[in-house]
């Protein structure tokens, strides 16, 4: 991997922040986009626009066959077919998706399971239908390193247990949860097996058959895509039982004025104009990442974080959280005593732009017994030296606060 190279895709990073160059490791919320992707939207708009699936015109033909396209590349990019992969606004709209669509899959008294772990848009839809249904949520407690003790599985999981619904990767800890282990005892339980995989699609290589989840929601901007765009992969079968989200147009198959009957899959969870151009930049997001390579992506980010550990190793000032094996590159702490906003902003003065708060993990945030923290996330265009420009202005910032 040619890191100059692929640093040139992305115009954004030559923009400088208050004077200095900017170091992005806001990575985790959402990533920068190459030119690829850039020019893919603006061709589609200047040369393809037109609404798909409906004109016999050819440049609606030829917009539908590049929205097509880019759900053939989707469910390559994770191992699934073209009717299991359904484009939605990105993780929570596939979330929202599931938990609605679920509903007749649950009744009182049924449980749903979850961890401490999870970003909000993996709690709050479970808890829509959990008090809608009079059913309990139950969360997997996470150790002193940030990760699930595998013990607690048998404990926590049982018959009554309908859902099963989990961070691949902490967006907050960067835990790379165990897939295999809880998949054994969600299929023993006849329960359904969701993985909110927005921080592991980017970064590791996924494929759902092998990681034989029920359903698996991530998102195109966290991706080099453009915002708007995400996918929710679901096993045929099921995607086949469940009811639509949303109705009205391309989602149907017939229409009278007393009934309608669905479209196939995908499209049967595809209701109204879809974001065309977004999926457009999307296809070309997943070309470059495929042409890089996951396993290249991967191990790149693991060489970054074993530095930036090591470094935050000799840093007694520095409390980092999460895990310090499987893990990917996303990395909270906090600088003791001092607020993470704070940290975040004085970090901002020096052109390097992390995130600060509860990174939409409030349980978690409360379990970790903080009020938030900073967090750092890398991709695959940022540096060694990027790594070391973050140490040496904490060190700095540590400086001015024993002055
Ligand atoms: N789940 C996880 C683990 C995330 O990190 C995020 C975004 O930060 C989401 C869900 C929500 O993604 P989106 O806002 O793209 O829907």
Redesign the pocket.
């Known amino acids: 991997m040619n890191i100059r190279k692929i640093r040139k895709d992305f115009p954004i990073l030559d923009k400088k922040i208050h004077g200095k160059k900017l170091v992005y490791l806001d990575n ?3 990533s920068q986009k190459p030119i690829q992707v850039i020019d893919a939207i603006s061709q589609f708009y200047k040369h393809h626009n037109a609404n798909i699936h409906r004109g016999v015109h050819t440049l609606s033909e030829e917009a539908t066959k590049a929205f097509e396209d880019a759900h053939t590349k989707a469910s390559k990019f994770i191992g699934s077919t073209f009717e299991e992969t359904i484009f939605t ?7 929202n998706l599931l938990a609605y669509s679920l509903k007749d899959k649950v009744k009182k008294g049924d449980e749903i399971v979850l961890s401490q772990m ?5 709690i709050t839809p479970w808890q829509v239908l959990a008090k809608q249904k009079g059913a309990k949520i139950k969360f997997l407690k996470i150790n002193k390193q940030g990760a699930l003790d595998k013990k607690q599985f048998s404990e926590v999981i049982n018959k009554k247990t309908k859902i099963v619904s989990l ?5 907050v800890l960067g835990t790379i949860n165990p897939t295999k282990e809880i998949r054994k005892i969600t299929a023993e339980n006849n329960a359904l097996f969701i993985l ?4 592991t699609v980017p970064n590791i290589p996924v494929n759902v058959k092998k990681l034989d989840c029920d359903f698996l ?1 991530f ?1 195109g ?2 991706m080099l895509g453009p ?1 708007g765009i ?1 996918v929710l992969y679901g096993k045929k079968h099921l995607l086949e039982e469940l009811p639509p989200f949303q109705t009205g147009g391309d989602m149907i198959e017939e229409v009278n004025f007393k009934e309608s009957t669905w479209n196939k899959l995908p499209w049967k969870f595809e209701a109204g104009t879809p974001n065309i151009a977004g999926a457009v930049g999307f296809g070309a997001a997943l070309d470059y990442l495929k042409k890089i390579g996951l396993e290249t992506i991967q191990n790149y980010e693991h060489i970054i974080s074993q530095k930036l550990i090591a470094e935050f190793d000799l840093l007694d000032f520095v409390e980092l959280y999460g895990p310090k094996t499987s893990r990917g590159a996303v990395f909270a702490f906090n600088i003791k005593k001092l607020h993470s906003h704070d940290v975040a902003t004085f970090l901002d003065e020096a052109g390097i732009a992390v995130r600060a708060g509860h ?2 993990a409030m349980p978690l945030t409360s379990t970790l017994g903080i009020n938030g923290s900073v967090r750092a996330s890398f991709y695959f265009y940022n540096t060694e030296e990027e790594v070391m420009m973050l140490i040496s202005e904490l060190k700095r910032i540590k400086g001015l606060l024993t002055k």
């Open positions: 985790a919320a959402t606004k990105g993780t929570t709209e596939s979330l999870e970003h909000h848009s993996n961070a691949h990767m902490s967006n909110d995989a927005a921080q929601a998102s901007h966290k915002t995400g990174h939409c």
